[in-house]
């Protein structure tokens, strides 16, 4: 395998649509979950540029940091606290255009403008954790972003 991604689209849509079958391909074949996540960070950090990119997994009723690519990050967080708190609650996806107007938002940085979160779930359909990636602009995250993330956060396995 080539130890670099391939990316040459301009756009967002077609810069997922090139990073899927490759970050497929990193992840097809291998079983442990950790390495997994770990690489879909790197992939979505570099590839998509974005300031944070990481998964938080539910721990003794606490989401807890897992692997993450960016700056350093708030390591626990309770059920209905912050944007991760309140995915893990709804079980929902939530996109915040401007987290200084999302209540409760955890500031682990303050050059973060925007995030999506979105719920991990297990084979039975039990929640397991929630995923995390954050812009320093403001507005960044849609639909789009909502659809491919998923395609993405099902390639794994929990
Ligand atoms: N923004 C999150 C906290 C986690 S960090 O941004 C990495 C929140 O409010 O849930």
Redesign the pocket.
């Known amino acids: 395998m080539s130890d670099d991604l391939k990316l040459t689209a301009t756009t967002k849509e077609g810069k997922y649509i090139e990073l899927i079958p490759q970050i497929k391909s990193l992840v097809d074949g291998e079983k442990d979950s950790i390495a997994n996540m770990a690489n879909i960070c790197a992939a979505l950090k570099f590839g998509m540029n974005f300031f944070?990119v990481?998964f938080?997994l539910i721990k003794e009723n606490q989401l807890v940091l897992g692997p993450?690519q960016?700056p350093v990050?708030?390591t626990r967080?309770n059920i209905g606290?912050?944007?991760?708190?309140?995915?893990w609650q709804k079980k929902e996806t939530i996109i915040v255009d401007d987290?200084d107007t999302?209540p409760?938002?955890?500031?682990?940085?303050s050059l973060?403008k925007s995030?999506i979160?979105l719920p991990l779930f297990d084979s039975q359909n039990n929640i397991v954790g929630v995923f995390?990636v954050?812009s320093d602009v403001l507005k960044s995250f849609d639909k789009t972003d909502e659809l491919y993330l998923s395609e993405i956060i099902n390639l794994l396995k929990f």
């Open positions: 944070w990481g938080y993450f960016g990050a708030c967080i606290k912050g944007v991760c708190g309140t995915s987290v999302f409760g938002h955890i500031a682990c940085s973060s995030e979160v995390d954050d």
